[in-house]
């Protein structure tokens, strides 16, 4: 049966009229298109500004459109914060009296980045966790903390209105972006360090890079110019406090107990805990490797990654340097200079700023006490010495003086790892594995934290060489001595009584 579609004459006009409309609307829009592609090839363009910079905030008006960074604390914590002191070593010292203090008051303790110092003038900041293994102490001395990054993040806006200025000079922006951060005056220190520009407030610094306005407060129960330094006193007064956060002006010299060393028990319980991270101390082995040809021609690259914790389970962390073969054995050599002479007290030069010819003395003697037959160990040497015949002497030994201004394999690391990377591989070197012999600055506290951590880690003494008007015969105590019958002053001072009984002239 045939069926016929029969369509009626209005629908065929509808639909037609469809398609007319459609076409037009085509042809009209690629009309436009070519006119506007046209048009823009005659249209002035805005050439790009390469001196051009993003406008920083210069008022308060700006700032308050900007959302300032803001300390997140959590509610159901207690924090102790604590702010930096001195050099990278002084650093340390007053980290691990926190970390005790923190722990004594059963609060998180607050860690603030390793901070530029009259040292460096870097005017920056890197957290310790880059270098330490933080999680290591964490856990083995039963002290909670977290990084101040994590607490308070900088951004990028932030970034540039701290850079248009300094602790001593706030831009108008920074006033009304920084937070108010009370913080407990210890030992004095505070009261004047952060409104006088000639005091070389590191703990200031720091504040200012993290946007924090400083409010010097008294301890509880003491007057704000109180000499409180006792760690005692500084827990009794805050052993009860409702504060989420207790912060501290002054840790460096926190003495925990009466008549003792002011550092001793703080590295006992916290600081001896603070371990390099595996990668890192594996890059400073090799870095020492290459120099004397070790390697097999393997050149030494800083790890973009460090890993993580030495308490993480897996073959290229906590077994990493179990795995790498020993080093060869090196004698290191701390050769402190720089403003080291400000630091002799009584002693007379001599005494404090030892010859490098003394240094040698002490090489060769370790040298002549090898059995027969036993592999020659390299020296290492890491100093701050400008003195160019000085350093044309050392070389001349033949020893490996790390030059971070010159050594492309040093300049490396610091690209790489950061701007503390001179000062931490220094302190590597002389605690390093293969480091059996370890030569110091009697009046560094560098040297003074790699005695603490070779005596700790390794049950080794450091050497500390000492001139005297009439030299007598250097010797070298055995570094597992335990003789206390030996009062020879003009020997080599050790990591034993005679370097305690000075640290007990320091007690404050």
Not at 112 to 130: A, K, V, Y
Not at 277 to 297: C, K, T
Not at 433 to 462: C, D, E, H, P, Y
Request: charge should be negative; glycine fraction near 4%.
């Amino acid at each position: 049966m045939n069926m016929h579609l029969s369509v009626s004459p209005r629908v065929v006009m509808v639909v037609g009229s469809s398609i007319f409309i459609s076409i037009l609307v085509l042809f009209y829009s690629s009309r436009h298109l070519a006119l506007d592609n046209l048009l823009s090839k005659y249209t002035p363009q805005e050439e790009p500004c390469s001196n051009c910079k993003t406008p920083l905030p210069s008022d308060n008006s700006v700032a308050s459109k900007m959302r300032p960074p803001k300390s997140t604390w959590d509610p159901q914590q207690k924090y102790l914060a604590y702010l930096p002191f001195e050099g990278i070593s002084n650093q340390f010292f007053a980290f691990q009296n926190a970390a005790l203090l923190a722990k004594r008051l059963n609060r998180t303790l607050v860690v603030p980045p390793i901070t530029s110092n009259r040292h460096d003038r870097l005017g920056t900041n890197q957290p310790w966790s880059h270098y330490m293994d933080l999680e290591h102490m964490a856990s083995h001395s039963g002290i909670k903390m977290v990084e101040w990054h994590t607490i308070k993040p900088i951004d990028r806006a932030a970034r540039q209105i701290i850079e248009t200025g300094n602790r001593t000079n706030f831009p108008p922006a920074w006033r009304a972006m920084a937070e108010p951060f009370p913080c407990q005056v210890v030992r004095n220190f505070g009261h004047e360090h952060f409104v006088n520009p000639e005091e070389d407030s590191i703990g200031a610094d720091f504040a200012y890079q993290y946007m924090l306005d400083l409010k010097p407060i008294p301890i509880p129960g003491f007057k704000l110019d109180s000499n409180v330094n006792y760690a005692g006193d500084i827990i009794d007064s805050n052993q009860h406090s409702n504060s989420t956060v207790v912060c501290l002006t002054f840790t460096f010299t926190a003495q925990f107990e009466r008549g003792k060393n002011r550092w001793d028990i703080a590295f006992s319980e916290a600081g001896h805990y603070a371990r390099f991270l595996p990668r890192f101390a594996s890059y400073v082995e090799d870095l020492i490797s290459y120099r004397f040809g070790l390697l097999d021609g393997v050149h030494p690259h800083p790890p973009l990654d460090l890993g993580s914790s030495i308490l993480d389970v897996g073959e290229q962390s906590e077994t990493f340097l179990e795995r790498k073969p020993e080093s060869r054995d090196y004698i290191a050599i701390h050769l402190r200079r720089g403003d080291i002479e400000v630091k002799c007290l009584n002693s007379t030069k001599h005494d404090c700023i030892v010859p490098t010819s003394v240094y040698k003395q002490h090489v060769d003697a370790i040298l002549a006490q090898l059995p027969e037959g036993t592999e020659r160990p390299n020296v290492v040497l890491v100093s701050d010495t400008k003195n160019e015949e000085e350093k044309q002497l050392i070389d001349s030994y033949g020893w490996y003086r790390l030059d971070h201004n010159v050594d492309q394999n040093l300049l490396d690391a610091s690209q790489v790892l950061g701007p503390f990377s001179a000062a931490i591989i220094d302190s590597a070197v002389l605690t390093g594995r293969g480091a059996k012999w370890v030569i110091g600055s009697r009046r560094s506290t560098m040297s003074w934290l790699a005695a603490m951590r070779i005596s700790s880690w390794f049950n080794q003494t450091i050497i500390y060489p000492k001139e005297t008007l009439e030299p007598k015969t250097h010797q070298r105590r055995s570094q597992s001595s335990d003789d206390d019958d030996d009062d020879d002053e003009d020997a080599v001072v050790t990591w034993d009584r005679s370097e305690r009984f000075f640290f007990d002239r320091l007690v404050l």
